[in-house]
């Protein structure tokens, strides 16, 4: 049974730091590409970041220069690492995997940016 377990969210001032991870298990195929998509109240599910196996990453355009993404393949685990936050980045953090074509994702993380 596929899992991926996120941990790091949580309440943060402006201009703070937080530090997503998620880990992957019950995966036998190669993971190709893992994220983070978001999800603000209200609003739909954007993509905040993505790297693929062999390290190549796609950024929101909203976070780039702030945010950045890195992976663990012998670990099958992601990060996100967020700086500068702002209000704007409240949201819950959705991790998501790539194998074999079939996109996986967590259950997501509340990462809150009060002002």
């Known amino acids: 049974q596929v899992q991926l377990v996120e941990s790091g969210g949580g309440l943060v001032q402006a201009g703070g730091s937080l530090r997503l991870s998620c880990a992957a298990s019950?995966?036998?195929?190669?993971?190709?590409?893992m994220g983070w998509y978001r999800q603000a109240p209200g609003k739909q599910r954007e993509l905040v970041a993505t790297?693929?196996?062999?390290?190549?990453?796609n950024y929101a355009d909203s976070v780039k220069g702030r945010f950045t993404i890195s992976r663990d393949n012998a670990k099958n685990t992601v990060y996100l690492q967020m700086n500068s936050l702002k209000p704007e980045d409240t949201a819950v953090y959705y991790c998501?995997?790539?194998?074999?074509?079939?996109?996986?994702w967590g259950k997501g993380t509340l990462v809150t940016v009060s002002s």
């Open positions: 998501t995997v790539t194998a074999l074509g079939i996109q996986y």
């Open positions: 019950g995966i036998i195929f190669t993971i190709n590409a």
């Open positions: 790297q693929t196996r062999t390290g190549l990453p």
